[in-house]
């Protein structure tokens, strides 16, 4: 694959066929972590830098946009210099700058998608554009070797989908969230109970503590690789509230949520790694860190697939994984004009 650089300059080959190492730098700003990563040759990172706005939000109970979009501009400079830092690379020393374009805040992917054109600019390198979720899926090529056809499992704050991937740069989404995502329901369901944000990792310490089958919850009877969690929230709801003016057992609650809900993902995953006859998996996303759900979909590596999650860093929001889908090219923008925009 070549890329041509900006303001004419020589064309630059990038990506695995390139014959030379490459070190992509990425930003990632597309909610509430500003982060910058250098990463070479699509699999090893050689700077990772994240500044979260978990604290900033905290008092609001969720992302306030307006907020999260002046704290990216307060950050971003700070995190790229780390990154140079982290890594001991100048710029002149990077193949081409990356970033989020979307989905995400318009506000917060404004900020890093400027930042890594301008840096693009100056430098005269190539710039290229990376989707949020591809991103999520590329995590899984950080530390490893794995290499496509595999079947994925996205679960995220806002996403939750099957994919079947059968190269790097073609997928094919086989079935998604009809409702709510797998992260979206967590981070409701913890507040109904009275966790604060960010709920989804807080349920799951919880959950650890509880007994996951204290309460039968209603797995969604929703056809083929399609999910649905509403009725699961709505549930959960309606069992707090059977509970008024007694003490609510939470731990009780969240583990038996979280037992329904990893018995679902694992349970499609399964059925669809059967229809393809693929022999690996993995899992992606924020939700990828959730210690039930990973232990579930390991489960299957007593069945003989290969099964990988990332790291846990690598999990939640990040950039190394921007700039690794950066260099596999997994169905990038490569053309400086590109806009950000904030659903796929
Ligand atoms: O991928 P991510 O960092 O951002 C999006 O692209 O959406 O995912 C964030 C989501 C949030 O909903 C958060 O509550 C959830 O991931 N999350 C978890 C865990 N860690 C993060 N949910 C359940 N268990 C966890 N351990
Ligand atoms: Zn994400």
Known sequence: MEKQCLFGGER?????????????????????????AIVKNGRE???????????????????????????????????????????????????????????????????GLNAAK??????????????????????????????PPFMALLVSGGHTQIIDVESYSRQTILGETIDDAVGEAYDKVARLIGL?????????KLAQL????????????????????????TAVLRLVKSFEGKELPVNDICASFQECVSKTLAKKLRKALEERGYKQVVIAGGVAANSEIRKK???LEKEGFKVNAPAMKYCTDNASMVASCA??????????????????
């Not at 600019?121 to 090529?141: D, E, S």
């Open 196 to 204: 604060p944000y960010p709920g989804g990792p807080k349920l799951d």
């Open 12 to 36: 630059v080959k990038i990506g695995p066929d390139s014959g030379y190492d490459n070190y992509i730098m990425a930003i990632e700003s597309s909610c509430d972590e500003t982060a910058c």
């Open 45 to 111: 990172v050689v700077a990772n830098i994240v500044a979260s706005q978990i604290k900033t939000h905290e008092k609001f109970g969720g992302v306030i946009p307006e907020i999260a979009a002046r704290e990216h501009l307060d950050a971003i400079n700070i995190v790229i210099e780390e990154a140079f830092e982290q890594s001991g690379l100048k710029p002149e020393d990077i193949t081409a700058f990356a970033a989020t374009v979307g989905p995400g805040l318009v506000g917060c992917l404004l900020v």
């Open 210 to 233: 509880g007994n996951p089958n204290a309460f039968e919850l209603p797995i969604s009877k929703v056809g083929g690789y399609d999910f649905s969690f509403s009725g699961l929230k």
């Open 327 to 344: 260099y596999f090219n997994t169905n990038t923008f490569d053309d400086i004009d590109v806009e950000v925009f904030s659903r796929v």
């Open 118 to 147: 301008t840096l693009a600019m100056i430098y005269n390198k190539p710039f290229i554009g990376v989707n949020h979720l591809n991103a999520h899926l590329c995590a899984n090529y950080i530390d490893t070797d794995i290499k």
């Open 297 to 299: 979909v390991f489960e």
